[in-house]
């Protein structure tokens, strides 16, 4: 067999693994590449197909804090279950546009990832675009991803919270992420995609880290301001693109949760603190604490931190992060207050991408050669995706199942 035909096969290995059978692993012809391998999502596993829609969100209150935009653009995905998808589509994970920018910027914020090889626009999720949303009150998940990270990169989990009967929305933060495709271009500015500042770990600049934490906690505030309105029968979008029949009766923004990775984990904390429309939040690794102003000092702790929360937290870590000491003196400040709802969970031979789709994907890489065993541990750990997918689900889904059940 030639050396492509035998990356084809491992990779169809891997996807026999995530997805039980249901499916194969393909290169697909043409752009970017006949040869390009195609990655597959897992599965999710609760009862109900789900549906997908992007909104446009414009707050027009605040100026965007990285780039000369007088007002601060958003692109959220919002994942809900459906009442039927027949007729409706299925969404790949991201768009060509966002996919092309990714082949690098991915490879920029994860050096792991392999530059090429890869078609990223071929990956489809399992969710249905535009699908129309069962009419029962859901509660609501929030999604912030980690620093540099597009939404994209958290689907897996988004439609299993979903498929169990969650209405999931995950926010990018342009500016931040890695990459965000707008719907259109406005008068400032000229192009349809918006790429991430960021040149280093924001953890090495404290001001940088201040603001983009800042930045993500008021985005998360302003987007449930909008699903309050889309929940309350107007539509938020700013170009006003049709919703999908029943999303406005599909929202119970009485019963509220966050969660985050990383940057997004820290968002998710203090975003909980904060706003008390949010019930109950998941922090994925993500620091509570600024970095220090003098090296060698003690960085400030988050507000959450300092003073505790009354409402559940859960924090979820791995075993193989590299910075885990770092991360030890907030989670250890937040959990010493008495009467405390934060919990402490840990998952063992995993790393920090363990919590995104990387979980599955970076093994399936590494199965078509184009990413080392050593790279795949850094990325995510050398647990297998057959165990860490399910167990970064169980945990999620069993803390919200507890604290916001979905009936």
Known sequence: MSRRAVTRSAVLAAALLLTGGGGVARAQAGTPGADDVTLRLPAPTGPHRTGVTTLYLVDRSRSDPWE???????????FYPARTVRGHRV???????AAASFKDSGHLVHPELPGQGVNWAATMTHSHTGAPAQPVRRPVLLYSPGGGDPRTMGTGLAEELASHGYVVVAVDHPGDASEVEFPGRTPYRDT???????????????KLFRTAI????????????????????????????????????ALDLRRVGIYGHSAGGTTA??????????????????????????????????????????????????????????LERSWSALLA????????????DAAHGVFTDFAALAPQLQAAGLMTAEDRIRLVGAIEPARSVPLVRHH???????????H
């Open 68 to 78: 000369p935009v007088p007002v601060r653009e958003l692109m959220i995905t919002v």
């Open 91 to 97: 969404a790949p994970q991201m768009s060509g546009v």
């Open 192 to 206: 349809l995609l918006r790429e991430s500042v960021f040149r280093s770990d924001p953890r090495a600049d404290p």
């Open 214 to 249: 800042g930045t993500r906690v008021a985005d998360t505030r302003f987007v449930l301001d909008q699903l309050e309105a889309l929940a309350a029968g107007r539509n938020p979008d700013a170009e006003g693109r049709p919703l999908p029949e029943g999303l406005s009766r």
């Open 269 to 326: 904390a203090e975003a909980l603190y904060e706003d008390h429309r949010i019930d109950a939040a998941v922090d994925l690794e993500g620091y509570l604490d600024h970095p220090p102003e003098t090296p060698g000092r003690e960085g400030e702790l988050f507000p959450v931190a300092r003073y505790g929360v009354d409402r559940p937290l859960l924090l979820l870590e791995t075993d193989g992060f590299p910075h885990r000491q770092e």
């Open 337 to 348: 207050h008495p009467r405390g709802r934060t919990r402490r969970r840990r998952i063992d």
């Open 396 to 406: 999620v889904l069993s803390f919200f199942a507890g604290h916001l059940p979905p």
